[in-house]
């Protein structure tokens, strides 16, 4: 049973196009995360939600859109792609925090993105 | 300011030897937590071992440990009998702020490769 899962693995798309990349996580968990991974490695957090409720919007251009219908799922909507877009984009979960539990984030697989 | 540092960009390590990722945070917060991940080649996030700010004792998980040290604000993660299979990317984490939003951070990681 996967936990996080992310469709789809593999996106090769050219400038101007729009895309969407969906997440689902059948954990439970009431938070859920964007992340993009660029090609030096470095993980930046870009979108998180609790609830169906936007809480983390770091300054990423608004040509990326989140959207979450439901506690289990958050797809990530991008208009008019740019070369500067391609990364590996990861989506995850975890418990809100609280003093008691980890709330350890669980990631998806990852979701290779090639702008052209 | 860096919230994460991970200064070793790539280590090496004999099978079977102990090794040492460090990892220094900042933080103002008296409520955070500090989490390793791995990623090996294949891409996935793994999560490894976590220590929070309020907790005692040292985090154990196996053969990986977490050396935590408040005041010195380090969270260096210690592998013990080291397996080829521990060649990976490790990036250290940071989860700051209780009840303000999850926001999680993440270290530039330190490349490991076991050698036979």
């Known amino acids: 049973d996967t936990a996080v899962s992310q469709t789809p693995k593999y996106l090769v798309t050219q400038m101007g196009n729009d895309k969407s990349i969906k997440c689902e996580q059948n954990l439970g968990h009431d938070t859920m995360y964007w992340y993009k991974q660029d090609s030096k490695k470095f993980l930046k957090i870009m979108f998180s939600?609790?609830?169906?409720?936007?809480?983390i919007n770091e300054t990423v251009p608004n040509r990326f859109s989140p959207k979450s219908p439901d506690k289990a799922h958050l797809n990530l909507h991008i208009n008019s792609l740019e070369l500067g877009d391609s990364a590996v984009y990861f989506c995850?979960?975890?418990?809100?925090?609280?003093?008691?539990?980890?709330?350890?984030?669980?990631f998806g697989p990852g979701t290779r993105l090639t702008v052209t | 300011a860096q919230k994460i540092t991970q200064t070793q960009p790539g280590m090496f390590v004999q099978e079977k030897e102990a090794v040492t990722l460090d990892c220094t945070y900042d933080?103002?917060?008296?409520?955070?937590?500090l989490f390793w991940y791995k990623q090996p080649s294949s891409g996935e996030m793994i999560f490894l071992i976590y220590?929070?700010?309020?907790?005692?004792q040292n985090a154990t998980e196996g053969r990986y440990s977490l050396n935590f040290q408040k005041a010195r604000k380090s969270a260096n993660l210690v592998i013990s009998a080291s397996q080829l299979g521990d060649s990976a990317m490790y990036f250290c984490?940071?989860?700051?702020?209780?009840?303000?939003?999850?926001?999680?951070?993440f270290g530039t990681g330190t490349s490991l490769t076991v050698i036979p």
């Open positions: 939600y609790n609830n169906k409720e936007l809480i």
């Open positions: 933080t103002s917060d008296p409520s955070y937590g």
């Open positions: 984490a940071m989860r700051e702020g209780r009840y303000t939003g999850n926001q999680f951070y």
């Open positions: 220590q929070g700010s309020y907790d005692q």
């Open positions: 995850a979960s975890s418990q809100f925090p609280s003093r008691e539990t980890k709330y350890e984030q669980y």
